[in-house]
């Protein structure tokens, strides 16, 4: 029998009681038996639907009995707590970034569903927006003492340094495009730019951090223009720097979710951008699969619920559990 062959009880927060859900008749991959998971959810572009997908994954998986925290990191803007119904709460992230308080489980908000919490995001991103990098390591570190199998972080748009860093520490990394070609650039700016500052941090040679800052700049005088170039200069000045930077180069892998897709060609652009990496980056990516657009996401959107709950039958989570299947299988092949 299916995990999801029977009907659930789930509160629902427009309606204030409990709604029947007769759940999908399918067989969904067994989640894997890890101690603890952080997922981030990021991309380079504001709009792409990150919250939105955050959200809703964290509602499934909550539905298999996993303790799951979402966390507000979109530091100019949070509004991930909007997506789940809940109110604004009175101690936010700020209150763990300056030490007010210390254990990050008295941040849990709880949600109108079962196992799932929340830690909104910081009320005063202007002071934070660039985070010194032992916050930021204070700040992971908290993390992981939250009590929870699955922590999933809503990140911001863009490729700032803290963008960036968190994205990086996460177990499972998932990057959110939708079919626009600025969308899809971006991406690309946000895969180069993580995947070139993992190089950096990683990399303790301190010739070889200067090649990988040249290979940042488009414009580099050594012609540098791809992580593959990169990698054949410094296997060329140093042959055992060259076979360790492949081996990072190797581990860093992400998974791709292709949002508000109108067409079967718009869900294509997943398995391009896919190629694409592989030949470019020289790094493994596992496209997850698509969410097609449809009235009812945005219908739930402006209810403050998440369409999974609102629309439990819409094409759109039908592709929301087959997205989260292959992003179970990928976490189990790490």
């Avoid at 298999?64 to 936010?92: C, E, F, R, W, Y």
């Avoid at 699955?150 to 490729?159: C, E, S, V």
């Avoid at 629309?311 to 179970?328: C, F, M, Q």
């Amino acid at each position: 029998m299916g995990l999801f062959k029977r009907e659930l009880i789930v509160p629902s927060p427009s309606i204030g009681s409990s709604a029947t859900l007769n759940l999908p008749n399918r067989n969904l991959t067994a989640v894997p038996s890890t101690s603890k998971a952080i997922w981030a959810i990021g991309g380079g572009k504001g709009g792409v639907g990150k919250t939105l997908l955050t959200s809703n994954l964290a509602v499934f998986l909550s539905w298999l009995n996993k303790k799951v925290v979402v966390i507000d990191m979109d530091l100019g803007g949070a509004n991930l707590h909007t997506s789940l119904g809940v109110s604004n709460p009175t101690q936010t992230l700020s209150d763990l970034l300056y030490k007010r308080v210390d254990d990050p489980n008295l941040l849990l908000q709880p949600t109108s569903f079962k196992n799932l919490s929340l830690i909104s995001g910081a009320h005063d991103p202007t002071s934070i927006a660039n985070m010194p990098h032992v916050q930021k390591t204070r700040l992971s570190r908290k993390f992981r003492e939250i009590d929870a199998d699955f922590i999933l972080l809503d990140l911001g748009a863009g490729t700032t340094h803290n963008t960036l860093d968190f994205f990086l520490l996460a177990d499972q990394k998932i990057i959110v495009v939708t079919p626009e070609p600025t969308s899809v650039e971006n991406a690309y700016r946000f895969i180069k730019a993580a995947f070139y500052r993992m190089l950096r941090s990683v990399t303790p040679t301190p010739y070889v951090r200067q090649l990988i800052e040249q290979a940042m700049d488009e414009k580099n005088t050594r012609g540098i223009s791809s992580p593959r170039q990169l990698l054949n200069e410094v296997a060329r000045l140093s042959p055992s720097d060259g076979e360790e930077l492949k081996n990072k180069m190797d581990s860093f892998t992400f998974s791709l979710i292709v949002n508000q897709v109108r067409a079967k060609t718009e869900g294509d652009i997943g398995k391009s951008i896919q190629i694409v990496c592989e030949r470019y980056f020289g790094m493994n990516v596992d496209y997850a699969g698509f969410i097609p657009y449809d009235n009812s996401v945005w219908q739930s959107i402006r209810k403050r619920v998440p369409f999974l709950i609102d629309a439990p039958n819409s094409t759109a989570v039908t592709h929301l559990e087959d997205v989260l299947r292959n992003i179970l299988k990928s976490q189990v092949k790490k």
